[in-house]
């Protein structure tokens, strides 16, 4: 079938739209008056505009009704109210033509907001900090979503427009240019993308046909219709939109936003059709197009391949390991925390398997939990310290500092799964990153203040906090690159450098092979023999130091941390500690 929206060819520009209810389309063009569109069946209609090109404003008129933006518009320069404008997305003059993909298990991902990670606040300002990140030891960029969303300041989540890139951090081209830099230094780039709702604002899906479904509901809007009447259709636009992503924007991976609020009971789950639609691009490009599954729900069908009953998904966030890690540091119990009491233990099972809840009772669901995933291999797995969610979705926006942020890289970068690191946690970034937006109507933006204060109920957190549609709270997350050279801060920065080297010479692509993991007391240890070495790593959660005792005693060489002394290593409080040494 034909491409959705407008699409420059043949001298003019071709318009798909699907609108299955309406009796009569229009084509309304800037500047040139109504064009009438003709059925294509299926509920589509199509208008051909000889010697239209790029830079002409449309909308679309159903009915008679109201000229609205185009849902699969690309480019929304006036905002989700206004106008769509027509764009050659393969127009673009790339340069990664030697780029050839990362392998997953070599992904050390950064997480960025593009609004707040620099000056700029731009793609531009995010391509200027390239070498900064190429330094720092990254091989994957992750980008909290761009889509098109109200205003100029937003997490992302509220995006609009799936397919029309956010003006106010450089559109499309913006885009483009930002991955064929990082592609040209070496960097893959991961893109949040949100396809289990639609932000209120600016939101028109509804207005062409029933996208949505009242079957469902989500916390965060209405639920999408994957599996009801014309959900087909529904589907197919969001297929194209992954394949948009890899062919035009040559995007190397999508994590996919809370698919937990994805709802299907139809036979072919649709995330197995979001697979097939990155399958397609990925052939088509030659190069590996991955798709990754952010969820609460600890289902091990998203990444077991469709033979064995899954749906065939790359990778998964791994909540639980976040859970554990911050209840053994911070020693937090309310909310979603209660159900991970003796995080040690956890923190143990999370290391061996996956998922630390694997079918038993969960005290936070009042219900068993989860499904084992000690099949799955460690690559297909996620695993984090701090991200936009666990740091943003606090109050006040604070995050881990100091020792304990080192000792939780030291757990997440030197242990066996995919690490993700948010910006700023590697030269411990003090400012807060708070929740924000910029919608236009005062109710909405109650309606958000008052829904986030619900979601605060279940934990002991202040009553009071930033105005999500304060522009304070936005510049207050904006990050201070200039702290990277500060006393303190430039020494943190170094202790991540190494864990990052120590990473890819040490971990690389092993994941669990060769990996076994104990407790002593307030000790993790992580020990992987491979390759005529054995490797030693010691995580002092205590508050107190502590002793670990190393067997055999002679032959370990300290690669972090203090030298082992007499067959033994003292670790202060919150401190880790890489040993290696030769195996006969």
């Not at 809007?221 to 948009?244: K, L």
């Not at 079918?359 to 984090?384: I, K, L, M, N, T």
């Not at 700023?424 to 203040?449: I, R, T």
Request: hydrophobic share 40%; with cysteine; proline share 8%.
């Amino acid at each position: 079938m034909v491409e959705l929206g407008a699409v420059p060819r043949g001298g003019g520009v071709r318009f798909v739209l699907w609108a299955p209810g309406a009796r009569r389309v229009a084509l309304q063009l800037e500047g040139r008056g109504r064009v009438p569109m003709s059925p294509l069946g299926e509920g589509y209609w199509e208008a051909f505009v000889p010697g239209a090109a790029e830079g002409l404003r449309y909308m679309f008129v159903l009915d008679d009704g109201p000229a609205r933006p185009d849902p699969a518009s690309r480019y929304q320069p006036q905002g989700v109210h206004g106008p769509s404008e027509v764009l050659d997305l393969t127009a673009y003059p790339w340069a990664d033509h030697d780029w050839k993909g990362l392998p997953l298990e070599e992904f050390i991902v950064y997480e960025l907001h593009v609004g707040t990670f620099s000056p700029e606040g731009t793609f531009e300002g995010v391509l200027r900090q390239l070498p900064y990140l190429r330094e720092l030891g990254i091989t994957a960029v992750e980008l909290m979503p761009v889509g098109q969303f109200p205003g100029v300041r937003n997490w992302g989540y509220d995006v609009a427009y799936p397919f029309a890139v956010q003006a106010s951090y450089g559109g499309p081209r913006g885009l483009q240019r930002l991955v064929d830099a990082c592609h040209r230094a070496g960097l893959a780039v991961v893109l949040d993308v949100v396809y289990n709702h639609l932000g209120p604002e600016g939101n028109y899906l509804g207005h062409y046909g029933p996208y949505f479904t009242d079957a469902y509901r989500t916390p965060w809007g209405p639920a999408i219709n994957y599996d009801g009447p014309d959900s087909d259709h529904v589907r197919r636009y969001f297929m194209e939109n992954i394949m948009q992503w890899h062919l035009y924007f040559h995007i190397d991976a999508l994590r996919l936003d809370a698919v937990h609020g994805i709802f299907d009971h139809s036979a072919r789950h649709v995330l197995q059709d979001f697979k097939e639609a990155a399958r397609k691009a990925s052939e088509a490009t030659g190069r590996p197009f991955y798709v990754i599954a952010e969820s609460d729900q600890n289902d091990p069908r998203l990444i077991r391949p469709p033979e064995l009953g899954g749906y065939g998904l790359d990778a998964c966030w791994l909540d639980d390991f976040h859970h554990a890690l911050h209840v053994a540091l911070t020693g937090q119990r309310d909310g979603y925390y209660q159900d991970f009491d003796e995080p040690l233990q956890k923190l143990l099972k999370a290391y061996r398997e996956g998922f630390i809840y694997s079918g038993q009772y969960s005290r936070f669901r009042r219900r068993r939990h989860g499904a084992s995933s000690s099949d799955r291999p460690a690559e297909q797995f996620v695993v984090f310290a701090q991200n936009h969610d666990q740091v943003g979705n606090r109050p006040l926006g604070d995050r881990l500092r100091g020792r304990a942020l080192r000792l939780a890289a030291a757990a997440v970068l030197l242990g066996p799964y995919i690490p993700l690191l948010f910006m700023g946690e590697e030269y411990d970034e003090p400012a807060p990153f708070l929740y924000f937006v910029d919608h236009s109507d005062p109710a909405l933006l109650q309606a958000v203040k008052e829904g986030r204060r619900r979601e605060f109920e279940g934990f002991r957190w202040p009553e009071d906090f930033p105005e999500p549609g304060a522009q304070e709270s936005f510049l207050q997350s904006r990050l201070n690159l200039a702290l990277r050279e500060a006393p303190g801060h430039r020494e943190h920065l170094e202790f991540y450098k190494r864990l990052i080297r120590l990473r890819k010479e040490l971990v690389g692509r092993a994941g669990r092979q060769g990996l076994s993991v104990r407790r002593e007391g307030g000790l993790i240890i992580l020990v992987r023999r491979a390759q005529g070495e054995e490797v030693l790593l010691g995580l002092n959660f205590a508050p107190e130091e502590a002793e670990l005792g190393l067997r055999p005693p002679q032959g370990w060489q300290a690669l972090l941390g203090p030298e082992p002394r007499a067959g033994g290593l003292k670790l202060g409080p919150q401190e880790a500690a890489l040993l290696r040494r030769r195996l006969p």
